[in-house]
């Protein structure tokens, strides 16, 4: 009678069932299981990234590229149609005499005074002279104000003794500061000079401060963590954090300089110091001449809405991009 015999592996394993074979059989399906849940991990990733985009995209304002006409219309148009407007209410005013003729003129009167002067070759001279003295003040007082600034906003000391001194700066119409500037420096670009600043200077600071005082306290332990500390602190963690309120404080600093210049040079009036538009601005009250009168103001009035919208409009909406504020398309 035939015996069956049944031959066990080591440790009583069954044929062919060894460890190595064990392992082999367990290497593929542990493999598998792992690249199931890297796979998973990787599409929650993916999905929890698609979802924060698509949030981000939903909380930011797109500006969509549309065809250059179209973009022209969209801005130029209604600035356009806000000047006919007043151009229209002005000449209706003309020509119901609201004002006698001498002392309200017609805007064809008041483009024919710019056009003499233009012809006579002065126009632009009168512009380059205040545009450069205001230019050259206000950076003067961009970096006085921001030195000032940061001392305050760091320093608990002199925020408490100089803080509301700043405010009242600020309030303080410059044409005040004009008498005393003539009798420190008499009639010269000194005292120009010294008018713009203190008209500038409060209020760049002042933005400086509030700028500073609405950084989160975790951006500033992050730069001291990583080493930020110092002048390097200032430059790569403070300003930048800061720069919202900062950039708001250097348009209102150019504000006050502008016109603290125009009420410096309207009392301010000497043949050595040359003719800005403020002193073009007395001379035509001098010679009661109305048409003169305007256009200097309107001269006034174009170079500050000039500044604004080629220099600090693109710098507002560079900074608001590069927070994702405002997002380009």
């Not at 500038?200 to 509030?210: D, E, F, K, Q, T």
């Amino acid at each position: 009678m035939a015996s069956t015999e049944t031959t066990t592996g080591p440790a009583g394993n069954p044929p062919g069932d060894t460890p190595d074979a064990t392992a082999a059989t367990a290497a593929p399906t542990a493999a598998g299981a792992a690249a199931t849940t890297a796979g998973g991990a990787e599409r929650d990733g993916t999905d929890l990234a698609g979802l924060e985009a698509g949030l981000d995209a939903l909380e930011s304002s797109v500006a969509a590229r549309q065809p250059w006409l179209r973009t022209l219309a969209s801005k130029a148009l209604p600035p356009v149609i806000a000047v006919v407007i007043v151009l229209v209410l002005w000449q209706l005013a003309y020509h119901f005499e609201v004002k006698p003729h001498y002392l309200l003129p017609s805007p064809v009167e008041v483009a024919r005074s710019l056009q003499e002067k233009w012809l006579e070759g002065t126009l632009l001279g009168y512009v380059w002279t205040s545009l450069s003295r205001g230019a050259l003040g206000f950076l003067a007082s961009v970096v006085l104000g921001t030195v000032l600034g940061l001392i305050v906003a760091r320093v608990k000391a002199v925020r408490a003794a100089i803080g509301p001194i700043l405010s009242g700066l600020q309030s303080l119409p410059s044409v005040a500061w004009v008498p005393a500037a003539i009798i420190w420096f008499g009639l010269s670009d000194a005292t120009i000079y010294a008018v713009v600043l203190l008209g500038a200077v409060p209020s760049i600071a002042n933005g400086l401060v509030a700028g500073v005082d609405q950084i989160s306290p975790l951006y500033l332990r992050a730069g001291r963590t990583i080493g930020a500390t110092g002048v390097a602190g200032v430059r790569h963690v403070l300003l930048p954090a800061a720069l919202p309120g900062y950039i708001a404080g250097l348009k209102q600093g150019w504000a006050f300089s502008w016109r603290s210049l125009m009420a410096a040079e309207l009392i301010v009036n000497a043949p050595d110091l040359g003719t800005g538009l403020g002193q073009l601005l007395e001379q035509g009250r001098e010679f009661q001449d109305m048409p003169w009168v305007l256009s200097a103001i309107l001269l006034i009035l174009v170079v500050g809405i000039g500044i604004e919208l080629l220099v600090f409009a693109p710098l507002e909406r560079r900074v608001l991009r590069s927070r994702g504020l405002l997002v380009k398309s």
